[in-house]
């Protein structure tokens, strides 16, 4: 029985690719870390870990990072079935 915390293979390949689609939407929009964190009314390091995959994205963290980056849809942060 797999462990409540473990993520499947598909969930953790949806993260790296958020991940570096966060990374590269901040950087074509010439956004710092600073200003992407502090629009998302979260801290730096919590952004890095992001960024890094290192975190399991909340709805209401999807949202707001599609706010700040002007995205209109989840999708265009890569998420996709």
């Known amino acids: ?5 473990e993520l499947s293979e ?3 390949e949806m993260i790296r690719v958020i991940s570096e689609k966060i990374i590269s939407l901040r950087k074509e929009k010439n956004i710092s870390q600073e200003e992407l964190a502090k629009n998302l009314g979260c801290s730096l ?3 890095k870990r992001m960024e890094r ?3 399991h994205f909340r709805l209401a963290t999807l949202v707001a990072l ?3 980056l002007e995205l209109p849809r989840l999708t265009d ?3 996709t079935r």
């Open 1 to 5: 029985m797999k462990n409540k915390k």
């Open 10 to 12: 598909k969930a953790k």
């Open 45 to 47: 390091n919590y952004l």
């Open 53 to 55: 995959g290192d975190v």
């Open 66 to 68: 599609c706010e700040s």
């Open 77 to 79: 942060l890569g998420i």
